[in-house]
């Protein structure tokens, strides 16, 4: 149990590869076996990252936590070195309670390379939770890159017609993004021994070599100079904002969503587009505080485009999958002005929203999946009608359709009522088209939920549907069992949330907490 | 250094042990050819002469030795060099073992020749002296140059020869010529007294500059560099597959390690001037080598391209020309050695009794037919594009991180986003190996030269890709040693 609650970390991240590895033994031809085995994997993966929840100390949420730390490449400095604050406490889980509900829902939607398929998603859930519980900007790197060739082969081989198009768009998108991220770092990891030279508290802490230690970057950051500061958060805006993806960096994400498989755009909606908010988040706020401030006009002025221009795009589409992913850029448009919002209302808003759209957007490419595998097509105009023979489907759909666009008691709600609260004590005007956003994300959803499920069936194609079967439930009960506990008691969400916030804001805004007076964004005041 | 050589005080010959055994053993093949009705046993022997030959290279590790007067040094950096040329010409005879009998070119001298090229090699990275390091430089490309044209029935291949002899000809002329005006101003052929005299000399000296010129001109056709490099495409498709292969990494790191000593040591009183001219080649070199590979069809020519862009790559190291940029060389060249060796034994097992194999799509649905082969191809694919955790990312963070220590953050940007370009013209590969249908072309000859010389590579690449710690550490005890001893 000690060695257990020691590597916890390790473990749950290299729990999927070792699944992984031994489902490569299996026979190919014997796809039974292999769909349990993967689905025994990534749900024991999420029982092994349970104990985190309750072994997690709520007091200390700010502190790094079961972290573990290893030379791995001494000669540049780099370390194996892992440990979850509250943020990642959050985001961890979310990544393996997600997981599972996305490889079972590929029981039946994946026959042909059934093996490969299974392998790649177990990668990639690797791929993702390295990226989560690195402390070590290197490891997190190579996670970050190691993860876009599962990816890749899930929406290339498996995806839909226009697959291999789709495919390497994401990978070459997220690909210049990446390097130029390597630059960033690069230079973060050049600059830290000229600084620490200067600054003994820094030298005694970690030392006067080149790093990569995330720790140690975020200690420096107070003395970086501003022009540096600049620079770096550009480098890493490219890198991070194509994977949120932020206006105008989001034309791969529709390609992408409308080719994947389902549970390709589940893991793609759920985790892989939070590990770009989650970069800004640990990244570039706490080390590039300055810079920051600095681009703070320009980050919200992309994340309102983001929200309306994602909205409207959605309301005119005719492909249910692809209103799907563009109302992610618009939620996604929400996460970011919270977090630039810089304060703890906008924050926590934030973090909490990406969590909500983890489980909405996850659910609802779960509940297209659903519609599509019956009738192998996603065309809006091709339904109608849909809840007087699924009923159980309309309900299921009802709901997280009221959780995407914030209805109060579910957990959309909690994170854009945050958000807003956090734009509102920055710029009315900010939180004034937030809430426009609202009303667009409303008006879409409600009008798609109108046209394909309700009135009388007019296609004699959906006369015949059979509604959800018990595996379809299991994978989107848990969804909305989290959907309402999010939206009735998220006090536990934001205990764990709340220092670990309080942390950044006070790193990029000192003076907030004596008097909190309004960000006076773009002035650079420490040119 | 061997005991026995000091002893008899004949320390110089002791220096060159591995390059007279590989030159005794290459002339021995000459004459076995004769002897053996069975060509394959010529080129175990030759992999043993290899083999023997890296024993005694392994026998000289931490030697810093002076030989003969000042023109050789043996230090850590040639003992480097000399282990990869080693590695690659002993892969490269593993590759071509069926594939030359496949072409019904199996003779003795392929292996004779691939011998006497390494051992020219081998002279090329210890040379500090102009006359010894042309000497070492023409055995490599006249071996070479018959390589090339070995498939004496195949009109590509002779024209190949052809084309690379011309060309490497008057580029040698253009080298030679640099040579002159730095023996001209200096007085001596060792590279010691020309930088020596160099440094005496104003920065914008035009005869200097003319030297310095002619020297880049020629090395840089070497390497393969824009504005040099039309040959390659052309030679790299024509040439049998085995000696491409072999060029692409042996002949390419040779080239590298010359230029390593001519431009670190010989002309560094110049590095300001040579510089800005290496920054443009270096830019050049990898857009175009990646924009021009974005539309071939046939894989060898492909990878041609794709070597170009590499060496553009290289150069970084040279740009930035500190201790991080000297290894990321060492490092690269290692790593590309391997990486590149297992794509090339992939194409060449493509080649079979009446398939050519080179185009895109004699790989479609590999994947189907030969699993383990596709998945080889692919790691090796995503090292050669720098995608953790292979040995490739290693290898091209090491020269980015060079590029941004020395502040060089545009020619960074650009080198990155060159990266990212090439991944897509790799994966064009990958999308023919893994998405497509097979069709009845697609298969693979199988040999256990080549299942070989593919499973060290893509050990190594992994090797490297997940803990490069000691492969790091001798980079950069080979790059350090350059100066010092």
Known sequence: MDFYRQHILSIVAFWPLAGMFVLLLINKENKTLIRWWANLVVFSGFVVSLPLWFWFDRDSSDKMQFVEKFTWIQSIGADFHVGIDGITLLLILLTTFLGPLAVLSSWSAIENRTKEYYAFMLMLQTGMLGVFISLDFFMFYVFWEVMLVPMYFLIGVWGGPRRLYAAIKFFLYTLVGSVLLLLGILALYFIYPSIAAQHPDLAAQFGTTPTFNVLAFHAMAQYLPYNFQWWVFLAFFVGFAIKVPMFPFHTWLPDAHVEAPTAGSVILAGVLLKMGTYGFLRFSLPILPEGTKHFVPMMVALAIIAIVYGALVAMMQPDMKKLVAYSSVSHMGFVMLGMFALNPNGLNGSIIQQINHGISTGALFLIVGMIYERRHTREIAQFGGISNVMPVFAIVFLIMTMSSIGLPLLNGFIGEFAIVMGALQENLWWAVFAGSGIVLGAAYMLWLYQRTMLGKIENPANEKLLDLNFRELVTIVPLIIVAFWIGLYPAPFFAVLDKPVNKIVAKVRPDFFQGAPRLNAGNGDAR | ?485
């Open chain 2, 1 to 485: 250094m061997p005991q026995f050589f000091q002893t008899i005080g004949l320390q110089d010959i002791g220096a060159i042990v591995p390059e007279l055994e590989l030159a005794v053993f290459g002339m021995f093949l000459l004459i076995f050819d004769l002897l053996i009705k069975e060509k394959r046993k010529i080129g175990y022997i030759a992999l043993l002469g290899i083999g023997v030959s890296a024993l005694f290279l392994f026998r000289l590790r931490g030697v810093g030795y002076l030989a003969y007067g000042g023109v050789l040094r043996l230090d850590p950096f040639s003992i480097f060099f000399k282990g990869i040329f080693l590695i690659a010409a002993a892969l490269s005879i593993a590759i071509s073992l069926r594939y030359l009998d496949i072409e019904r070119e199996n003779h003795g001298e392929y292996y004779a020749l691939i011998l006497f090229a390494t051992m020219g090699m081998m002279f090329m990275a210890g040379a500090v002296d102009l006359v010894t390091l042309y000497i070492g430089l023409e055995t490599m490309a006249i071996a070479t140059y018959i390589l090339v044209g070995f498939l004496r029935s195949n009109q590509r291949s002779n024209e190949a020869s052809l084309k690379y002899f011309l060309l490497g000809a008057f580029s040698s002329g253009i080298l030679l010529y640099g040579m002159s005006l730095l023996y001209g101003i200096s007085g001596s052929t060792q590279f010691v007294d020309i930088a020596d005299a160099l440094s005496r000399r104003p920065l914008t000296d035009p005869i200097s500059l003319m030297a310095m010129i002619t020297l880049a001109a020629g090395m840089f056709f070497k390497i393969a560099a824009v504005p040099f490099h039309q040959w390659t495409p052309d030679a790299y498709e024509g040439a049998p597959t085995s000696v491409t292969a072999f060029m692409s990494v042996a002949v390419k790191a040779a080239s590298f390690a010359m230029m390593v000593r001519v431009f670190m040591v010989a002309i560094l009183p110049l590095r300001p001037q040579w510089v800005v001219v290496m920054a443009a080649v270096s830019v050049m070199t990898m857009t175009v080598g990646n924009i021009a590979a974005i539309t071939q069809s046939n894989v060898k020519r492909l990878l041609a391209y794709s070597s170009i862009s590499h060496a553009g790559y290289i150069l970084i190291g040279f740009i930035a020309g500190n201790d991080t940029g000297l290894t990321a060389v060492a490092l690269y060249l290692l790593i590309y050695t391997f990486t590149n060796i297992g794509a090339w034994a992939v194409i060449v097992a493509l080649r079979r009794k009446d398939i050519i194999g080179e185009h895109i799509d004699d790989m479609a649905g590999l994947f189907f037919r030969h699993p383990s082969a596709a998945v080889l191809m692919l790691i090796f694919l995503l090292s050669l594009a720098g995608i953790p955790p292979t040995a490739g990312f290693i290898a091209k963070y090491y020269l980015f991180a060079a590029a941004i220590e020395t502040h060089h953050n545009l020619l960074a940007v650009i080198a990155v986003l060159n990266a990212a370009v090439s991944l897509y013209f790799y994966f064009r590969i990958v999308v023919s190996m893994f998405m497509r249908d097979a069709t009845e072309r697609t298969g693979l000859t199988s040999a256990p030269g080549l299942t070989i010389a593919m499973g060290v590579a893509i050990v190594v690449t992994l090797v490297i890709g997940i803990y490069p710690d000691p492969f790091i550490a001798v980079a950069r005890q080979a790059g350090a040693g350059i100066l010092g001893f």
